[in-house]
């Protein structure tokens, strides 16, 4: 019939073909790179009011080659993969390990490492186990690990989730929420889940001397996450005067171009260490 026909041609769309032979060969890629150990963390600092270096967060980049790939090119094809758990557990081990070697110098042992996860991670049963396997091997110190949510979590299955967060709170490890005000955001969600800091996007950031509502917007989500004891970290801070904003409403800590941009780890490391050492 007339539905069939239009399907089988639809099927046999050539454009179509190239299009998935294309994506998987892409995948192909981002698995090879993986087993390559071609998928490299970045640290971007973060500052608190008084300038002083409190912590970083980690950064996924895609060297294949010459190329290096930055994450929105490749973290949505590796969730609909399925490859973020394998991609996902490497940027948790490695930056483990980076914690725990952290702890032999004075100036990098009391900074905080946090860690984006996606929602597939937290949708896994297994995820709360193979972190603990990784706190476990590594040795790192867990009070130092911040894994980075998005509001997406909160479209997934409430009960589920929040138990995933407790188990994973209970060996330490802290959440933060991040892009706050951009996506899901609800009220209730600040009170059922076991949060420590909320991050304000940089759109609103951005927006600060430019747009008068955004001044107003950050304001409001600073006495909000004061008023749920959270930690108020700003992302995409770039200039002097967006600086000066947050720091006079009472942001905890900061990071953006302004302040440093994302470094490979070892070079983070080289920057930042005690000066002499290694
Ligand atoms: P994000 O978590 O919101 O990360 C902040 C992004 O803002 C980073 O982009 C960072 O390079 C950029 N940025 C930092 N300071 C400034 C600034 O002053 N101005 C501007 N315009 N941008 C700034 P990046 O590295 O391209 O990462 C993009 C997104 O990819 C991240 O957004 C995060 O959602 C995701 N991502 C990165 N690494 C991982 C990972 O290991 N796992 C997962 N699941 N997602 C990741
Ligand atoms: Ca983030
Ligand atoms: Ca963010
Ligand atoms: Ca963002």
Request: proline fraction near 4%; charged fraction near 25%.
């Amino acid at each position: 019939a007339k539905a069939d026909g239009r399907n089988a041609a639809r099927f046999f769309d050539p454009s179509m073909q190239d299009a998935a032979d294309h994506r998987a060969a892409f995948d192909a890629s981002m698995r090879n790179g993986l087993s390559m150990g071609q998928f490299r963390l970045f640290c971007q600092p973060q500052f608190d009011t008084r300038g002083r270096l409190v912590g970083a967060e980690v950064l996924l980049r895609w060297q294949r080659d010459d190329d290096l790939i930055g994450p929105e090119h490749f973290i949505g094809f590796a969730e609909e993969s399925g490859l973020i758990l394998p991609l996902g557990e490497h940027v948790l081990e490695e930056s483990c390990r980076a914690l725990a070697r952290w702890q032999h110098d004075p100036a990098l042992a009391r900074l905080k490492l946090a860690v984006n996860v996606s929602v597939h991670q937290m949708r896994d049963a297994d995820f709360p186990a193979a972190m603990a396997t990784i706190l476990d091997g590594t040795g790192a110190p867990a009070g130092r690990l911040c894994l980075e949510l998005t509001e997406s979590v909160f479209a997934e299955n409430m009960l589920e989730i929040t138990h995933r967060m407790h188990e994973i709170c209970s060996q330490g490890v802290s959440f933060s929420l991040d892009d706050f005000g951009t996506g899901y955001s609800s009220l209730a969600y600040l009170k059922r889940f076991p949060l420590s800091a909320l991050k304000i996007d940089r759109s609103f950031v951005h927006d600060i001397g430019i747009d008068p509502g955004s001044g107003s917007i950050v304001e409001a989500i600073i006495a909000l996450a004061h008023k749920f004891k959270l930690d108020i970290v700003a992302e995409g801070v770039e200039d002097e005067a967006q600086r000066r904003f947050l720091v006079k409403g009472g942001c905890s800590s900061m990071q953006g171009f302004l302040l440093g941009r994302p470094l490979p780890m070892a070079e983070f490391e080289q920057m930042y260490r005690t000066a002499g050492s290694g």
